[in-house]
């Protein structure tokens, strides 16, 4: 039994920081933008694909792939804000919920009519290598897209912290007006944080794709989840959508170990609403929920 | 320097400014008095960039800017100090004083400019690493105005530097308002409730009602004339 | 409400009136003389999903009805009497919902007047429609959707030409004995197919005295099974019996195989060995044994059959389930001897004793198939079969045990 | 309204009465069945759009309402043999009791909070609908549920002849909520919904009316989803997913939120929409989605505000006024959320 519990440790671990990657996107845009872009998955399923057709097809390596993939989809993410999170910055709430959900649905349909709906395997380099660690054998698959994972984190943060773009992007969501009045392009940081987004949930795609297998519906589960850690962690707070994260890996993998899998969804769901009965605006919530 | 012809401004279906004309000239501090809901934040906001406008122009230094995106008119010069203060509450005081200089490329200025501003406000200095939302009103107004400092615009826009802030502190931004437009000859619009305080300030004013310009003149005369006195001034 | 309102109410109704009318108008010219004058054409209906997240099985067994049709068009289509009929497909999406699948089957039948409907992709959806078609006394045929509760609805004008479960449960048993497995470890699918499956294999298993010693339940919609399998490891368990689909299958061998668990896994859904060995390298895929659902993908019937497609290697069990529905529905119409009758040609069908690619189709009276499931055993990346008669050479056996 | 029931006006309805009566003898089984299915969704988002577009809160547990009442009227009628009206009656207080569990937790929220507070709720009764076999028959659904009797020679199990049942129910749902809005009730919903702080500042106890128009809400989806059960006479938690609550809330959106008018206009698009594009197949739900974002980008105030923009327009062509206010009535649209 100990070994098992340090087998769902080290599972939860891997589960929450794969559903980090995308949680964090998904906060920064709604934290900043307030936008809560459920087409999120989307870009993520984009990210399995470019990762797969370059690794795959064109035999790229699959960390070149996957640099390549945050770019191109990073690109694709900043013009979708120009098209079509733009003209609806004045819009509530909801309309540009429903847009993102009509853009989710064009794009699922579109990949599934020009891919096919086939299943795709990502080549992985060390597939099948594993170590031991505390007397359980890991993966090294899943300690790469750990590490990958904590990486991209960091790197976000460093930037968000110590980097003038970073600066602007936490005055923007601090107070959209007086970062503009300290001449912040704020048009400018709206792409960008909506380029960080979709370049992080493209990575998590690829990475997960990799794990997993690459199809035209990947994205729906992990857009949902995204949205419900962001809940549980706080809307716009990026250590909140990280601890959220952890949170919910860890609820899903402990469910599977003292109960059954099939009641995944709903712990997660009873978590949910647990934790806002006792902390409304999520974990750490209540700085930006304007 | 700074010229406004015919300008309105319109929310959602509602028009909040039904065409005013003003101007600021280099050097002066031009005071702009109205009751709440007059249009007054709407008007700098406008001149800022942050909102836009239906009709009229904007002119700074020969400059149209009333179609400019806020980035670029500050970029010209512009330095607007919000209404509320609105510093960033998660920042540092330190950060937020970067903020301020976020246009500006020469960084070895800015590490003067940074030493400049806690000269004149040696508060800000003892709290530098503190976060600008734990600040009190009267900290957060200075911080507001040192951040506007860090870019040496050639314009500031005051919107209602005294409200919500303790009588004593009042007097000392008063002061600074003063010392900027003195000693570092900087051009001033400041926009007020407190008239009283408004006109002692300023050269020239101009009372604003319901989106349009009702008086205007020297500072002065204005607070001789009756009707101010009754309605803005509350003497009876 | 104001008159304004009134009136644009009004107007709308108007508006949708006539687009209703005239849309049937043009379908029913557009139809070429339908069947229901005694044309030279009989219409059949396809229902199934081609968009949305189960698109796949719906557009692979849609491929292949158009690809059977288009045969037996070309070949003098279909005798009835001393005429002979061309088949002609019209199809609309499910998109995977009841609502979309029930107004598709309203408007097969009302509007373009087919003569049966094929559909749909899943469970849910097959069982609103039926209703339906028993309304209309259509016959209704399902290619692809497999829960025993479609079969259990107690209606006469719906048959089951996908291959039944309940069929395989005995192939099931087989292999266990033929392995020598004695525990079992078995996850399955908490949707109506593996609820029905694991009920009907527990019952099974119990009866030739096979232990199922792990048991769990998950989602479609499960991805991570590393704490499932940590699970089943620290059991004596000598067989993992899945009851999932592709997905979910895949991922259990790329995690078992990455977790370095050496208990091997069998399918106990049918249909997935042929596709697994597409998506995964053979070293995951090795030792795989199912009961597979394609028929015997080897034999000469198949591979003419699979020539007609772009990409023969990407034809699989939902491509042959879809062409034998076409045959076998040509069959049945032969044998009614009718073209318009819709009744002869429930009666025809039910009767059918037809050999299609999956096997032979005989029908019992709640209209479920008798398909025989065959073994498929994965070996290098290549399925071998055997039938229900053939032994499975003992060097096989110790290979994968 | 009775005071200018003009001649010209009582024509209008006349006529109205006469095309929807007419209905079911004019068309096909298809067509009567897209109409029936209008008809159950124009019942559901009615109510969807008295918490939605009156009181200002964003619900996504209706779905999960609309299947209480739809289970519960089944189950009573086929394992309790309860008759057909007394379920109605009774799916509508089984909702409205689960409507009041929810809100009495998911009104302690606003904004986003309730809407995804209420989305996981939608979401539990969904999942334990799935994981209660015994009862509600699970993954499989319970099928073969009876049509209601048969009454003044109307054969139920025909659409053309159950259309009458939806045609009464989503007229009167309709009135109802049109009623309730008239009512002090109802124009506190209105009052919450455009500034709640305000409400609380003249008297109003918001949370209590927000409780109620909850509850009715949910009551009001009970009695949706009885009538969809025994229409449809199979049910499955399949039905009664997320995306179908996305769906409900695309109808008010579309059609113009927080009127009486909108939910039938977005109701009747987008099921008329997707049978329409039938024919596109494949390429139906990539034209859907754009066609959405589209809508969304351009008709911010749905279908509704669309036709109203155009006959303003129209009107302002003939004689210039510039009123500013003459677009804005007690039937505006607001924005929901943030």
């Given at each position: 039994?100990?070994?098992?519990?340090?087998?769902?440790?080290?599972?939860?671990?891997?589960?929450?920081?794969?559903?980090?990657?995308?949680?964090?996107?998904?906060?920064?845009?709604?934290?900043?933008?307030?936008?809560?872009?459920l087409?999120?998955?989307?870009?993520?399923?984009?990210?399995?694909?470019?990762?797969?057709?370059?690794?795959?097809?064109?035999?790229?390596?699959?960390?070149v792939?996957?640099?390549?993939?945050?770019?191109?989809?990073?690109?694709?993410?900043?013009?979708?804000?120009?098209?079509?999170?733009?003209?609806l910055?004045?819009?509530?709430?909801l309309?540009?919920?429903l847009?993102?959900?009509?853009?989710?649905?064009?794009?699922?349909?579109?990949?599934?009519?020009?891919a096919?709906?086939?299943?795709?395997?990502?080549?992985?380099?060390?597939?099948?290598?594993s170590?031991?660690?505390?007397?359980?054998?890991?993966?090294?698959?899943?300690?790469?897209?750990?590490?990958?994972?904590?990486?991209l984190?960091c790197?976000?943060?460093?930037?968000?912290?110590?980097?003038?773009?970073?600066?602007?992007?936490?005055?923007?969501?601090?107070?959209t007006?007086?970062?503009?009045?300290?001449g912040?392009?704020?048009?400018?940081?709206?792409?960008?944080?909506?380029a960080?987004?979709?370049?992080?949930?493209?990575?998590?795609?690829?990475?997960?794709?990799?794990?997993?297998?690459?199809?035209?519906?990947?994205?729906?589960?992990?857009?949902?989840?995204?949205?419900?850690?962001?809940?549980?962690?706080?809307?716009?707070?990026?250590?909140?959508?990280?601890?959220?994260?952890?949170?919910?890996?860890?609820?899903?993998?402990?469910?599977?170990?003292?109960?059954?899998?099939?009641?995944?969804?709903?712990?997660?769901f009873?978590?949910?609403?647990?934790?806002?009965?006792?902390?409304?605006?999520?974990?750490?919530?209540?700085?930006n929920?304007? | 320097?700074?010229?406004?012809?015919?300008?309105c401004?319109?929310?959602?279906k509602?028009?909040?400014?039904?065409?005013?004309?003003?101007?600021?000239?280099?050097?002066?501090?031009?005071?702009?008095?109205g009751?709440?809901?007059?249009?007054?934040?709407?008007?700098?906001?406008?001149?800022?960039?942050?909102?836009?406008?239906?009709?009229?122009?904007?002119?700074?230094?020969?400059?149209?800017?009333h179609?400019?995106?806020s980035?670029k008119?500050?970029?010209?010069?512009?330095?607007?100090?919000?209404?509320?203060?609105?510093?960033?509450?998660?920042?540092?005081?330190?950060?937020?004083?970067?903020?301020?200089?976020?246009?500006?490329?020469?960084?070895?200025?800015?590490?003067?400019?940074?030493?400049h501003?806690?000269?004149?406000?040696?508060?800000?200095?003892?709290?530098?690493?503190?976060?600008?939302?734990?600040?009190?009103?009267g900290?957060?107004?200075?911080?507001?105005?040192?951040?506007?400092?860090?870019?040496?615009?050639?314009?500031?826009?005051?919107?209602e530097?005294?409200?919500?802030?303790?009588?004593?502190?009042?007097?000392?931004?008063?002061?600074?308002?003063k010392?900027?437009?003195?000693?570092?000859?900087?051009?001033?619009?400041?926009?007020?409730?407190?008239?009283?305080?408004?006109?002692?300030?300023?050269?020239?004013?101009?009372?604003?009602?319901?989106?349009?310009?009702?008086?205007?003149?020297?500072s002065?005369?204005?607070?001789?004339?009756?009707r101010?006195?009754?309605?803005?001034?509350g003497?009876? | 409400?104001?008159k304004?309102?009134?009136?644009?109410?009004?107007?709308?109704?108007a508006?949708?009136?006539?687009?209703?009318?005239?849309?049937?108008?043009?379908?029913?010219?557009?139809?070429?003389g339908?069947?229901?004058?005694?044309g030279?054409?009989?219409?059949?209906?396809?229902?199934?999903?081609?968009?949305?997240?189960?698109?796949?099985?719906?557009?692979?067994?849609?491929?292949?009805?158009r690809?059977?049709?288009?045969?037996?068009?070309?070949?003098?289509?279909?005798?009835?009497?001393?005429?002979?009929?061309?088949?002609?497909?019209?199809?609309?999406?499910?998109?995977?919902?009841?609502?979309?699948?029930?107004?598709a089957?309203?408007?097969?039948?009302?509007?373009?007047?087919?003569?049966a409907?094929?559909?749909?992709?899943?469970?849910?959806?097959?069982?609103?429609?039926?209703?339906?078609?028993?309304?209309?006394?259509?016959?209704?045929?399902?290619?692809?959707?497999?829960?025993?509760?479609?079969?259990?609805?107690?209606?006469?004008?719906?048959?089951?030409?996908?291959?039944?479960?309940?069929?395989?449960?005995?192939?099931?048993?087989?292999?266990?004995?033929?392995?020598?497995?004695?525990?079992?470890?078995?996850?399955?699918?908490?949707d109506?197919?593996?609820?029905?499956?694991?009920?009907?294999?527990?019952?099974?298993?119990?009866?030739?005295?096979?232990?199922?010693?792990?048991?769990?339940?998950?989602?479609?919609?499960?991805?991570?099974?590393?704490?499932?399998?940590?699970?089943?490891a620290?059991?004596?368990?000598?067989?993992?019996?899945?009851?999932?689909?592709?997905?979910?299958?895949?991922?259990?061998?790329?995690?078992?195989?990455?977790?370095?668990?050496?208990i091997?896994?069998?399918?106990?859904?049918?249909?997935?060995?042929?596709?697994?060995?597409?998506?995964?390298?053979?070293?995951?895929?090795?030792?795989?044994?199912?009961?597979?659902?394609?028929?015997?993908?080897?034999?000469?019937?198949?591979k003419?059959?699979?020539?007609?497609?772009?990409?023969?290697?990407?034809?699989?069990?939902?491509?042959?389930?879809?062409?034998?529905?076409?045959?076998?529905?040509k069959?049945?119409?032969?044998?009614?001897?009718?073209?318009?009758?819709?009744?002869?040609?429930?009666?025809?069908?039910?009767?059918?004793?037809?050999?299609?690619?999956?096997?032979?189709?005989?029908?019992?009276?709640?209209?479920?198939?008798?398909?025989?499931?065959?073994?498929?055993?994965?070996?290098?990346?290549?399925?071998?079969?055997?039938?229900?008669?053939?032994?499975?050479?003992?060097?096989?056996?110790?290979?994968?045990? | 309204?009775?005071?200018?029931?003009?001649?010209?006006?009582?024509?209008?309805?006349?006529?109205?009465?006469?095309?929807?009566?007419?209905?079911?003898?004019?068309?096909g089984?298809?067509h009567v069945?897209?109409?029936?299915?209008?008809?159950?969704?124009?019942?559901?988002?009615?109510?969807?759009?008295?918490?939605?577009?009156?009181?200002?809160?964003?619900?996504?547990?209706?779905?999960?309402?609309?299947?209480?009442?739809?289970?519960?009227?089944?189950?009573?009628?086929m394992?309790?043999?309860?008759?057909?009206?007394?379920?109605l009656?009774?799916?509508?207080?089984?909702?409205?009791?689960?409507?009041?569990?929810v809100?009495?937790?998911?009104?302690r929220?606003?904004?986003?909070?309730?809407?995804?507070?209420?989305?996981?709720?939608?979401?539990i009764?969904?999942?334990?609908?799935?994981?209660?076999?015994?009862?509600?028959?699970?993954?499989?659904?319970?099928?073969?549920?009876?049509?209601?009797?048969?009454?003044?020679?109307?054969?139920?199990?025909?659409?053309?002849?159950?259309?009458?049942?939806?045609?009464?129910?989503?007229?009167?749902?309709?009135?109802?909520?049109?009623?309730?809005?008239?009512?002090?009730?109802?124009?506190?919903?209105?009052?919450?919904?455009?500034?709640?702080?305000?409400?609380?500042?003249?008297?109003?106890?918001?949370?209590?009316?927000?409780?109620?128009?909850f509850?009715?809400?949910?009551?009001?989806a009970?009695?949706?989803?009885?009538?969809?059960?025994?229409?449809?006479?199979y049910?499955?938690?399949?039905?009664?997913?997320?995306?179908?609550?996305?769906?409900?809330?695309?109808?008010?959106?579309?059609?113009?939120?927080?009127?009486?008018?909108?939910?039938?206009?977005?109701?009747?698009?987008?099921?008329?929409?997707?049978?329409?594009?039938?024919?596109?197949?494949?390429?139906?739900?990539?034209?859907?989605?754009?066609?959405?974002?589209?809508?969304?980008?351009?008709?911010?105030?749905?279908?509704?505000?669309?036709?109203?923009?155009?006959?303003?327009?129209?009107?302002?062509?003939?004689?210039?006024?510039?009123?500013?206010?003459?677009?804005?009535?007690?039937?505006?649209?607001?924005?929901?959320?943030?």
């Amino acid at each position: 039994m100990s070994e098992q519990i340090i087998q769902a440790l080290i599972n939860g671990l891997v589960s929450g920081s794969i559903y980090a990657l995308m949680a964090v996107g998904f906060t920064l845009v709604f934290g900043i933008m307030h936008v809560i872009n459920l087409a999120h998955g989307e870009l993520y399923m984009l990210g399995g694909f470019s990762t797969f057709f370059m690794v795959s097809i064109y035999q790229i390596n699959f960390f070149v792939a996957l640099i390549a993939t945050l770019i191109i989809i990073g690109v694709f993410g900043f013009f979708i804000e120009k098209i079509i999170f733009k003209p609806l910055r004045n819009a509530s709430l909801l309309n540009t919920l429903l847009a993102s959900i009509g853009l989710s649905l064009f794009i699922s349909n579109l990949v599934l009519k020009l891919a096919g709906s086939d299943m795709r395997n990502i080549e992985f380099p060390f597939s099948g290598q594993s170590i031991s660690i505390l007397g359980t054998s890991v993966s090294v698959h899943r300690i790469v897209v750990l590490l990958l994972t904590a990486f991209l984190v960091c790197l976000l943060g460093w930037v968000i912290k110590y980097t003038k773009v970073g600066k602007a992007l936490r005055a923007t969501a601090q107070d959209t007006d007086a970062a503009a009045l300290m001449g912040v392009n704020i048009n400018l940081i709206y792409g960008i944080i909506f380029a960080i987004s979709a370049g992080l949930a493209a990575v998590a795609g690829g990475l997960i794709g990799s794990l997993y297998v690459v199809d035209p519906s990947m994205g729906m589960m992990p857009g949902m989840k995204a949205f419900i850690i962001v809940i549980l962690g706080g809307m716009g707070s990026v250590v909140g959508a990280l601890l959220g994260a952890l949170i919910f890996g860890y609820a899903e993998t402990f469910t599977t170990l003292f109960l059954e899998s099939s009641y995944q969804e709903l712990v997660g769901f009873i978590i949910l609403i647990l934790v806002l009965l006792f902390k409304p605006s999520g974990l750490f919530g209540g700085v930006n929920t304007k | 320097m700074l010229n406004i012809q015919d300008l309105c401004v319109n929310y959602e279906k509602n028009q909040v400014i039904k065409g005013i004309s003003m101007e600021v000239k280099e050097g002066e501090i031009v005071t702009l008095i109205g009751a709440n809901g007059a249009g007054k934040t709407t008007l700098l906001r406008t001149i800022s960039g942050i909102k836009s406008s239906s009709s009229g122009s904007i002119e700074f230094m020969g400059n149209p800017i009333h179609k400019m995106p806020s980035h670029k008119i500050v970029d010209l010069g512009i330095g607007h100090i919000p209404e509320g203060r609105r510093v960033f509450p998660e920042m540092t005081v330190k950060e937020n004083l970067e903020m301020g200089a976020y246009r500006r490329k020469d960084s070895k200025e800015m590490k003067k400019e940074l030493d400049h501003i806690f000269e004149l406000f040696p508060r800000l200095k003892e709290r530098i690493s503190q976060r600008a939302g734990t600040l009190s009103g009267g900290e957060q107004q200075m911080l507001a105005i040192g951040r506007a400092i860090m870019l040496r615009p050639k314009v500031y826009l005051f919107d209602e530097p005294s409200l919500g802030i303790a009588p004593l502190v009042i007097a000392e931004i008063a002061q600074m308002i003063k010392r900027l437009n003195e000693e570092e000859g900087a051009t001033i619009l400041l926009v007020e409730q407190n008239a009283n305080l408004a006109l002692k300030l300023s050269h020239r004013a101009y009372i604003l009602e319901t989106g349009k310009i009702s008086l205007e003149g020297p500072s002065e005369e204005l607070a001789n004339d009756d009707r101010v006195q009754k309605i803005y001034l509350g003497y009876e | 409400m104001g008159k304004r309102k009134l009136s644009l109410l009004a107007g709308l109704m108007a508006f949708v009136l006539l687009v209703f009318t005239g849309c049937s108008g043009s379908s029913e010219t557009g139809g070429k003389g339908g069947s229901g004058d005694g044309g030279d054409t009989i219409k059949i209906g396809i229902a199934v999903a081609t968009s949305g997240a189960i698109a796949k099985t719906g557009q692979d067994s849609l491929a292949a009805q158009r690809v059977a049709v288009e045969e037996i068009n070309e070949s003098g289509g279909v005798k009835i009497g001393d005429k002979s009929y061309k088949f002609e497909l019209v199809h609309y999406d499910t998109e995977g919902k009841a609502e979309s699948a029930t107004a598709a089957t309203e408007r097969l039948i009302q509007q373009d007047k087919v003569m049966a409907v094929i559909g749909a992709s899943t469970s849910t959806e097959t069982a609103a429609m039926i209703p339906i078609a028993e309304r209309n006394k259509t016959p209704m045929l399902t290619a692809v959707a497999a829960a025993p509760v479609l079969t259990n609805m107690g209606a006469n004008y719906f048959t089951s030409a996908s291959s039944q479960t309940i069929m395989a449960i005995q192939k099931y048993v087989d292999g266990m004995k033929n392995f020598d497995y004695k525990k079992v470890a078995m996850l399955h699918f908490n949707d109506e197919f593996g609820m029905a499956t694991a009920e009907a294999v527990n019952k099974a298993f119990a009866e030739n005295d096979i232990e199922i010693v792990f048991q769990e339940a998950f989602a479609p919609t499960q991805h991570e099974f590393g704490t499932m399998l940590d699970k089943v490891a620290a059991t004596d368990a000598e067989v993992i019996f899945a009851v999932a689909q592709i997905e979910s299958f895949v991922n259990l061998l790329k995690q078992a195989k990455e977790k370095g668990i050496k208990i091997p896994v069998r399918d106990g859904a049918g249909g997935a060995l042929e596709e697994m060995i597409k998506i995964l390298p053979p070293e995951y895929t090795h030792g795989l044994v199912g009961g597979s659902r394609s028929g015997r993908v080897d034999a000469e019937d198949h591979k003419a059959f699979r020539a007609k497609f772009e990409e023969p290697e990407l034809v699989n069990s939902f491509h042959y389930s879809g062409r034998d529905s076409i045959y076998l529905l040509k069959d049945a119409f032969e044998r009614a001897g009718s073209a318009t009758d819709k009744e002869k040609l429930q009666e025809a069908i039910r009767a059918s004793n037809f050999d299609g690619l999956m096997g032979n189709y005989q029908f019992n009276e709640k209209g479920e198939n008798s398909i025989k499931s065959i073994t498929g055993i994965v070996l290098d990346g290549e399925i071998h079969y055997y039938e229900k008669d053939e032994d499975i050479p003992q060097d096989v056996i110790d290979s994968i045990r | 309204m009775t005071k200018n029931l003009n001649a010209k006006k009582l024509s209008l309805i006349a006529l109205c009465a006469i095309i929807l009566l007419v209905i079911p003898i004019l068309l096909g089984d298809y067509h009567v069945h897209v109409i029936n299915q209008i008809g159950i969704f124009i019942i559901l988002v009615t109510s969807l759009n008295l918490i939605l577009g009156y009181t200002g809160q964003l619900s996504f547990a209706h779905i999960g309402l609309f299947a209480i009442g739809a289970y519960t009227s089944s189950i009573l009628m086929m394992t309790y043999n309860v008759p057909f009206l007394l379920s109605l009656l009774l799916s509508m207080v089984a909702s409205a009791f689960f409507g009041l569990l929810v809100g009495l937790i998911a009104l302690r929220f606003t904004t986003h909070f309730f809407a995804i507070v209420t989305l996981a709720f939608g979401e539990i009764i969904r999942l334990i609908i799935y994981n209660m076999p015994d009862l509600t028959g699970g993954p499989n659904g319970i099928y073969n549920i009876p049509f209601p009797p048969n009454v003044f020679g109307l054969d139920f199990s025909q659409r053309s002849h159950f259309y009458y049942i939806i045609l009464i129910g989503a007229v009167a749902t309709v009135l109802f909520v049109k009623y309730m809005i008239g009512t002090r009730t109802g124009k506190a919903m209105i009052a919450v919904r455009e500034n709640e702080t305000f409400a609380q500042f003249i008297g109003i106890n918001t949370w209590k009316v927000k409780m109620i128009s909850f509850t009715l809400s949910a009551a009001l989806a009970g009695f949706a989803g009885s009538i969809y059960a025994h229409y449809n006479s199979y049910i499955s938690p399949y039905s009664f997913t997320m995306m179908e609550s996305v769906t409900l809330l695309l109808m008010v959106i579309i059609g113009g939120v927080g009127t009486i008018f909108g939910p039938i206009l977005g109701a009747a698009f987008l099921i008329t929409l997707p049978e329409l594009l039938r024919d596109v197949n494949e390429w139906r739900l990539v034209i859907f989605g754009a066609l959405l974002v589209l809508t969304i980008m351009f008709m911010p105030k749905g279908l509704l505000g669309l036709f109203k923009s155009i006959q303003e327009k129209v009107k302002s062509s003939k004689k210039p006024v510039s009123n500013i206010d003459s677009g804005l009535g007690e039937e505006e649209r607001k924005s929901v959320g943030s």
